[in-house]
T-cell receptor, first 115, second 113 residues
Framework: GAVVSQHPSRVICKSGTSVKIECRSL??????MFWYRQFPKQSLMLMAT?????????EQGVEKDKFLINHASLTLSTLTVTSAHPEDSSFYIC???????????FGPGTRLLVL | GNSVTQMEGPVTLSEEAFLTINCTYT??????LFWYVQYPGEGLQLLLK?????DKGSNKGFEATYRKETTSFHLEKGSVQVSDSAVYFC????????????FGEGTQLTVNP
């Protein structure tokens, strides 16, 4: 099966610092990856679509200067939460699109807590 | 635009009971349909999928059939286990949304011994 990893799985940081989350497709190449945010007991909210070699496409209401996305290779996308505040605390999940299957495979998620 | 409506939860069943979680969709064109499962504190795992009308996806005893005439993709399992306790998401991609997924709200399933 297709495997997607995320690192770190859990991070605690102080308010005002920046946090980088990595998303890797381990056994396939992904031109497109997606970043989601999930609040407790809710569905996933798409934040942005990350395309290899080009700028990410952000959903309405998502601040692109706060959530920086870089998709520098076909197996790695990163999400950097800049100047994090307590309201950014959440569960962040990435997915990678396996184009030949037309299927998104998800990472295990990153729990961010901003103090 | 695309939308997915899932049966409201939570659903609580006894072990070995029959499970149905309803899912209906609205989409233009011919979407692909998916069921994902999320265990506590984890990401989503693909459970099964179907890409065209009348296809049946199946995995781990779960099944769902792509019904274009009723725009439905209901999830079923004949005999649930305690380990099936999780949140189940119905989703679709394709049509005007390309590879983006449109999710239902999720259904929490609890199976008691």
């Amino acid at each position: 099966g297709a495997v997607v990893s995320q690192h770190p799985s859990r991070v605690i940081c102080k308010s005002g610092t920046s946090v980088k989350i990595e998303c890797r497709s381990l056994d396939f190449q992904a031109t497109t990856m997606f970043w989601y945010r999930q609040f407790p007991k809710q569905s996933l909210m798409l934040m942005a679509t990350s395309n290899e070699g080009s700028k990410a496409t952000y959903e309405q209401g998502v601040e692109k200067d706060k959530f920086l996305i870089n998709h520098a290779s076909l197996t790695l996308s990163t999400l950097t939460v800049t100047s994090a505040h307590p309201e950014d605390s959440s569960f962040y999940i990435c997915s990678a699109n396996r184009q030949e299957e037309g299927t998104q495979y998800f990472g295990p998620g990153t729990r961010l807590l901003v103090l | 635009g695309n939308s997915v409506t899932q049966m409201e939860g939570p659903v609580t069943l006894s072990e070995e009971a029959f499970l149905t979680i309803n899912c209906t969709y609205t989409a233009t064109g011919y979407p692909s349909l998916f069921w994902y499962v999320q265990y506590p504190g984890e990401g989503l795992q693909l459970l099964l999928k179907a890409t065209k009308a009348d296809d049946k996806g199946s995995n781990k005893g779960f099944e769902a059939t792509y019904r274009k005439e009723t725009t439905s993709f209901h999830l079923e399992k004949g005999s649930v286990q305690v380990s099936d306790s999780a949140v189940y998401f119905c989703a679709l991609s394709g049509g005007t949304s390309g590879s983006r997924l449109t999710f239902g709200e999720g259904t929490q399933l609890t199976v008691n011994p």
